[in-house]
T-cell receptor, first 114, second 112 residues
Framework: GENVEQHPSTLSVQEGDSAVIKCTYSDSASNYFPWYKQELGKRPQLIIDIRSNVGEKKDQRIAVTLNKTAKHFSLHITETQPEDSAVYFCAASKGASGTYKYIFGTGTRLKVLA | DVKVTQSSRYLVKRTGEKVFLECVQDMDHENMFWYRQDPGLGLRLIYFSYDVKMKEKGDIPEGYSVSREKKERFSLILESASTNQTSMYLC???????????FGPGTRLTVT
């Protein structure tokens, strides 16, 4: 069935360093890939998303890259700050709208060390 | 500002009890979702609804049912709670036209 693998499960970086989280999806029909951030005790919130007609998207310190051939996509956070510490979830979907469901990865706990 | 609320933040129930978890959104979203979140397993979809009275099974529907009688409200029902249903339950909503899936604050359910 549909599956999204996410690595690593935990990641510790020094403040100011970069962090990279990688996801691989199984369904080649997937064409929408959002990333959610969940701070401790809070609800997940969308931080960035990418559609399959785009190879890269950037928003300030956050960027997402997509390799459709290899069926994987990655989240890149540059110049990490303590407030970036959270659990990050990737997801894949066959569409961004309509009745399409998201398949989420298992999450990455990012710790930014001051 | 989208607001998704859930009826309880914490809930403790006994094995065999019938449990109702309610979710309400105020943005007229057509799509609503129920997930459970467990450490190391991420967010797993239980059921979703793309319109009033419509429902679709997600990846782990066993032991659960849902009800969507009004557009703003989506209920998750545990017919006979079991200890393996102890978890964090998250509701979400999204408009059919696409965009962010907005999550509620979650209900931490403990079944003893």
């Amino acid at each position: 069935g549909e599956n999204v693998e996410q690595h690593p499960s935990t990641l510790s970086v020094q403040e100011g360093d970069s962090a990279v989280i990688k996801c691989t999806y199984s369904d080649s029909a997937s064409n929408y890939f959002p990333w959610y951030k969940q701070e401790l005790g809070k609800r997940p919130q969308l931080i960035i998303d990418i559609r399959s007609n785009v190879g890269e998207k950037k928003d300030q310190r956050i960027a997402v890259t997509l390799n459709k051939t290899a069926k994987h996509f990655s989240l890149h956070i540059t110049e990490t700050q303590p407030e970036d510490s959270a659990v990050y979830f990737c997801a894949a979907s066959k569409g961004a709208s309509g009745t399409y469901k998201y398949i989420f990865g298992t999450g990455t706990r990012l710790k930014v060390l001051a | 500002d989208v607001k998704v609320t859930q009826s309880s933040r914490y809930l403790v129930k006994r094995t065999g009890e019938k449990v109702f978890l309610e979710c309400v959104q105020d943005m007229d979203h057509e799509n609503m979702f129920w997930y459970r979140q467990d450490p190391g397993l991420g967010l797993r979809l239980i059921y979703f609804s793309y319109d009033v009275k419509m429902k679709e099974k997600g990846d782990i529907p066993e032991g659960y049912s849902v009800s969507r009688e009004k557009k703003e409200r989506f209920s998750l029902i545990l017919e006979s709670a079991s200890t393996n249903q102890t978890s964090m339950y998250l509701c979400a909503s999204r408009r059919t036209g696409g965009g962010e899936q907005y999550f509620g604050p979650g209900t931490r359910l403990t079944v003893t």
